[in-house]
């Protein structure tokens, strides 16, 4: 599996969104789209990286992007944790590791799944790919730069 890299195109696919309805990557081309993988839903740094995005979300908006959250937790786990938090953004659920394969995201010491944010531009390639499993906030403001910069 490899994980895919700035100037690659981001692949196309469809996921079930906390509500259960499909979610093409496609469907959004035109807007910038932050894409972070997260391992599960309600852990200690995965809520804290997901109310991170969730209190930039207007600044994201702001820049004319979308922010996506993608784990292998299931559709009314997503549901709960989206409520729960209050976060407004959308997230998917990957439960047989699709969307984690398609962008070549693996393991952190072989257990934990990974953390690596995408940013992707309107044309659908990646512009930016952030990788920490142990420095989940600081995604959100390369994520941000990258946008404002616009490359």
Known sequence: MTELRTGDPAPDITLPDQHGKPVALRD?????????????????????????FRDAYEDFTDAGAEVIGISSDPVDSHRQFAEKHRLPFTLLADVDGTARKAFGVGRTFGLLPGRVTYVIDPEGTIRSVFSSQFRPRRHIDQALATIRSGT
């Open 28 to 52: 959004l081309r035109g807007r910038w789209v932050v894409v972070y993988f997260y391992p599960a839903d309600d852990t200690p740094g995965c809520t804290a990286e997901s109310c991170s």
